[in-house]
């Protein structure tokens, strides 16, 4: 799996975690350089507090578009370590 925004690979597994229809990839297969980290937090009633990332790519930003759980609950705790991404940035095989 690929995701992809402005022509550019942001994160790319063979080896992603598929919830709720979101690919979530190994914070080793993503290319940091691409995200900014920001104060954004959501809170999912079963994985816990979501913190978020800027994806910026050639002077684009594109806010709040990756997200990840740093300290998610006992039943979504395969995903820790892992990063998810919407927001326009593309999915794909």
């Known amino acids: 799996m690929k995701a992809i925004w402005n022509n550019k690979v942001i994160a790319e597994s063979n080896h992603t975690i598929n919830i709720e229809g979101n690919h979530y990839f190994p914070q080793d297969s993503v290319n940091l350089e691409y ?19 800027d994806v910026e790519v050639d002077g684009k930003t594109n806010q709040d578009a990756a997200w990840y759980y740093p300290a998610p609950s006992s039943l979504a705790e395969k995903i820790k370590g892992y990063i998810a991404f919407w927001h326009g940035v593309e999915i794909v095989k």
Request: proline share 5%; aromatic share 16%.
């Open 35 to 53: 995200l900014i980290e920001n104060k954004t937090q959501t809170v999912c009633p079963w994985k816990g507090t979501a913190s978020y990332y």
